[in-house]
């Protein structure tokens, strides 16, 4: 079966940087997302990638290994509005989106 | 208004009830998602339309009846609910129907139901 596997919660402090782990066994792999959902609002896109390495843009960045079935997204200077949940989701070979149960990141004075 | 916004944000009904949950979506899509969103597990995809016509149906109980008069709204009609349909229903929209990385997601805020 296809499965998207991420910790259910984290815990960072203020400033500091925390990277969140997904690793994933899917039919066929098409790409990776990442979404940020902050509670009771919507997900919103925060990464994309398909070929392996790292993405950056600004605070957030976002490593892939095909090879390996494993993704992070890697948050530095954490916020406090960086409390939120973070998904990790998988495109398989026909295109469809496999969602994980998302990690929930709780950020500390 | 742009995005995509959904209407009630909160619904508590009883199982012997009908209600109906909207969804707009200003961005000039041509397909629509509804999703449900149960604590501590995946999105699970419950229906898809392209250009109002349904091209995914993800084995959702028939208490749970979609309508897509035109693409720039979204109902989901409900009828005759059980208890363990309380979750968040999210609607999303997106250029066409399918994934990659050109044809992102998104989403409204979520209708948070409540059987009882």
């Known amino acids: 079966g296809q499965n998207i596997d991420q910790p259910t919660e984290m815990t960072a402090t203020e400033g500091a940087i925390v990277q969140i782990n997904c690793t994933y066994q899917?039919?066929?792999?098409?790409?990776l997302f990442w979404y940020q959902q902050h509670a009771g609002e919507a997900p919103t896109f925060l990464s994309y990638?398909?070929l392996d390495g790292l993405e950056e843009k600004g605070r957030f960045s976002s490593f892939l290994s095909r090879s390996k079935g494993y993704s992070y997204l890697l948050l530095k200077e954490l916020q406090m509005k960086d409390s939120a949940s973070y998904l990790c989701?998988?495109?398989?070979?026909?295109?469809?989106?496999?969602w994980g149960a998302g990690t929930k990141l709780i950020i500390k004075p | 208004e742009t995005g995509v916004t959904q209407t009630p944000r909160h619904l508590v009904m009883g199982m012997t009830n009908k209600k109906s949950l909207k969804c707009e979506q200003h961005?000039?899509?041509?397909?629509m998602y509804w999703y449900k969103q149960s604590a501590k597990k995946p999105l699970e995809l419950m229906f898809v339309?392209?250009?109002?016509?349904?091209?995914e149906n993800n084995s959702v109980p028939s208490r749970f009846s979609p309508e897509c008069p035109n693409s720039s709204h979204l109902f989901l009609h409900l009828h005759t609910l059980q208890p363990e349909d309380s979750a968040l229903y999210l609607c999303?929209?997106?250029?066409?129907?399918?994934?990659?990385?050109?044809?992102?997601?998104?989403f409204g805020a979520g209708s948070r139901l409540t059987v009882l």
């Open positions: 899917t039919s066929g792999f098409n790409g």
């Open positions: 339309y392209s250009l109002e016509e349904r091209v």
């Open positions: 990638n398909v």
């Open positions: 999303a929209s997106s250029q066409r129907p399918g994934g990659s990385g050109a044809n992102v997601l998104t």
């Open positions: 961005l000039g899509h041509n397909a």
């Open positions: 989701v998988c495109l398989d070979s026909n295109y469809q989106l496999i």
